[in-house]
């Protein structure tokens, strides 16, 4: 099959993998031009690593770091919490891969390496700096800016939070919205500063003493309703750091309102922000020269993630907060379905291809959407606060969670490859997985 994705990111990218996996032949439209590094760090979780590692994906090669745990501390006196402490150690033996942190520019470049290397399939091809405003899904194409029409015989609209695609497949806008009130963060701040200054300072060496710099810390001031998350990237030699609030006097208006990787402020604004927060992590924070602001945005589960030959994938289907960082692993797992789920599939030999793909795209929406709107739901409120019963609708069974072990395991347990083998072997019965889909390079 010709398959159309619109957007480069983390969903477009694996989807365009296991797509050309699969045997298919890929074109991905960016509106960028994908010549800027931008991005702070991400979480690579177990639930994807399990089949990213497989693939070729090499985190020693891509500078991963190994996540060793989770803690929350005391923002006045740096002391231990007795909340949320999650140890990592035995993430192999309970989920069967590690969890990493990430510089997304360097997830992004192994995905990009796996799309468009000399491996298995032909080749992804990537066409940067075109931009997508129109979308036909019963004729499956793209229009782009300049009145050209694109056709495919699926499109996938991997475009973002503030997704076009969604509004063919819904048939109505569909606007992302500002937190509201309930939700504790509404606003972040991203920088990044290399250890080697933090250490090198007397008064900020504690900071990567001990064990706890190896995973991720959260220094959370519950009444003022901000937070300060801290953790390694680019094998420990660089300090990622996120510090997340909710700012009453920032109207945000998301019919306008654009997140902007490239939007500085200067580091003093973060500063007075976080003015009650221990000398010693503002003495830290103070190092950062180069701090981004954006807001932050999310969606409502929605009823359906395809029409016809359309069909969304990542931040366009599930945008979500970034309480529990499962946002680029939920468009990751997208991406891998994707794949898997149109394996079989040709353009010469497929009668009826159309409905046979709407066929598939409804078994990948029966796999991902319960799960992918659990996630968004789970990731309004952090580790150390209580999950509403309005995610019961999307948990399939499983009990709310209400403890941070409980909330982990529901995150990295499930195996989406699995789900989705048993989900197209009982679907049909001659479906079988690509030969050396999992093989790496």
């Known amino acids: 099959m010709n398959v159309i994705i619109v957007g480069a990111g983390l969903s477009g990218l694996t989807a365009a993998i296991s797509l050309r996996k699969a045997g298919h032949s890929v074109t991905i439209y960016e509106r960028s031009s994908m ?27 891509a500078r991963f770091c190994e996540a060793r745990g989770m803690c929350f501390n005391d923002f006045e006196t740096l002391e231990a919490l007795p909340v949320a402490r999650v140890d990592f150690s035995r993430n192999k033996e309970l989920f069967g891969a590690s ?13 990009k390496d796996l799309a468009i290397g000399a491996r298995q399939g032909r080749r992804v091809q990537i066409l940067g700096g075109l931009e997508v405003v129109g979308f036909n899904t019963k004729d499956p194409s793209i229009i782009l800016k300049d009145g050209t029409i694109k056709k495919a015989d699926l499109v996938i609209a991997a ?34 500063i290399p250890r080697a200054e933090v250490d090198s300072d007397p008064e900020t060496k504690f900071f990567t003493e001990g064990v706890d710099f190896l995973g991720a810390r959260v220094w959370a001031d ?25 700012d009453e006097d920032v109207l945000i208006d998301a019919e306008t309102t654009r997140e902007d990787w490239l939007a500085p402020v200067h580091t003093s604004e973060v500063l007075a922000k976080y003015s009650n927060f ?28 395809h029409k016809d030959g359309l069909v969304l994938a990542g931040d366009a289907a599930h945008p979500m907060l970034p309480n ?15 794949g898997l789920v149109m394996a079989g599939l040709s353009s010469t030999t497929t009668t009826s291809l159309p409905e046979k793909i709407r ?78 889909f999992f093989e790496g390079a």
């Open 35 to 61: 010549v800027n590094e931008i991005g702070a760090a991400i979480n690579v979780p177990p639930n994807v690593n399990r089949f990213l590692l497989p693939w070729g994906l090499d985190p020693v090669k």
């Open 99 to 111: 969890a990493y942190y990430a510089h997304r520019v360097d997830l992004h470049s192994a995905l």
């Open 159 to 192: 475009d973002g939070v503030h997704s076009i695609g969604v509004e063919y497949v819904l048939g109505r806008k569909h606007r992302p919205q500002a937190p509201g009130t309930g939700c504790n963060v509404n606003m972040a701040y991203r920088f990044l």
């Open 222 to 246: 519950y009444k003022g309703r901000k937070r300060l998350i801290s953790y390694p990237c680019r094998n420990y030699e660089v300090l990622n750091f996120a510090a997340l609030i909710y």
């Open 278 to 305: 221990h000398p010693g992590l503002l003495a830290v924070m103070s190092k950062a020269t180069e701090v981004k602001r954006w807001p932050l945005l999310y969606r409502p589960p929605i009823p359906t993630w």
């Open 324 to 338: 529990h960082a499962q946002g680029g692993s939920q468009a990751i797992e997208d991406g891998l379905v994707l």
């Open 359 to 436: 066929e598939r795209l409804q078994i990948y929406e029966s796999i991902r959407r319960n799960r992918a709107s659990a996630m968004q739901i789970m990731s309004n409120y952090g580790y150390d606060e209580d999950i509403p019963p309005e995610m019961e609708e999307y948990l399939e069974g499983v009990p709310i969670p209400t403890t941070a072990a409980q909330l982990i395991e529901l995150q990295y347990a499930p195996d989406v490859v699995k789900r989705t083998v048993e989900t197209m072997t009982a679907f049909d019965s001659s479906w079988k997985l690509p030969d050396g």
